[in-house]
């Protein structure tokens, strides 16, 4: 069946410390990958996105994304993580095709809590 | 240029009830879809509206309905509200298909609803 999962509900990281969130899907062809941000409150935030070519992505807010096909994976990473990245994070893919053009398919997604 | 904005913020209701969120898309963005987050999920894809139609929908019965207006502006409307119908519902815009921007989904951030 085709899923996107993240392996992890809960992260706890110190501020300082680098972060590696993990993104794996199942797709017969590679699709669109994204990261997303979500914050209380707030709406998703888009952070990066691979949709061909280098497959290390540079994203906002200091955060960075590989891509990996032999392993089906697009893991997020920011080595030095601030007190303000708090929030959950969404990985996502849209499936290459044309019938669902634009339609997220999200993963359960992560809740990052950062420790002072 | 502005952001995709949502309202109600909050609303709450009683089952069997009905209810109408409304979103008005980035400017500049044609195409509207709308997602559900449930508590401690990622967001489902519910529906996407293009030039005033409904342009794929997700798993979701009859009683999810929308319209999207002349300036891209959309609704949703939830009929016979149950009480699993609470969260938060996302309207998400896009530019049209076949951009680069299609897939590039700007989000609201939400309008929260509570069924009783």
């Known amino acids: 069946a085709q899923s996107v999962t993240q392996p992890d509900i809960h992260i706890t990281v110190s501020e300082g410390a680098s972060l590696e969130l993990r993104c794996n899907y199942s797709?017969?062809?590679?699709?669109?990958l994204f990261w997303y941000v979500q914050s209380p409150g707030q709406g998703l935030q888009l952070l990066l996105k691979?949709?061909?070519?280098?497959?290390l992505v540079q994203g906002i807010k200091g955060f960075e994304a590989e891509f990996k096909r032999s392993q089906s994976s697009f893991n997020l990473r920011k080595p030095s993580v601030h007190w303000s990245d708090a929030a959950e994070y969404f990985c996502a893919v849209v499936p290459r095709g044309g019938s669902t053009l634009g339609r997220l398919y999200f993963g359960r997604g992560t809740q990052l809590t950062v420790w002072p | 240029e502005t952001g995709v904005t949502q309202s109600p913020t909050h609303l709450i209701k009683t089952r069997g009830q009905q209810v109408t969120l409304r979103c008005s898309s980035q400017s500049g963005h044609n195409t509207v879809s709308w997602y559900q987050q449930a508590l401690g999920q990622g967001p489902q894809f519910i529906f996407q509206?293009?030039?005033?139609?409904?342009?794929g929908r997700g798993n979701f019965p009859p009683r999810f309905s929308g319209l999207q207006f002349p300036n891209y502006s959309s609704e949703l409307n939830v009929n016979a509200l149950e009480l699993d119908d609470s969260a938060l519902y996302l309207c998400?815009?896009?530019?049209?298909?076949?951009?680069?921007?299609?897939?590039?989904?700007?989000f609201g951030a939400g309008s929260r609803l509570t069924v009783l």
């Open positions: 691979y949709f061909s070519g280098d497959t």
């Open positions: 509206y293009y030039r005033e139609e409904e342009n």
């Open positions: 797709y017969g062809a590679t699709p669109y």
């Open positions: 998400a815009s896009s530019l049209e298909r076949g951009s680069s921007g299609a897939n590039v989904l700007t």
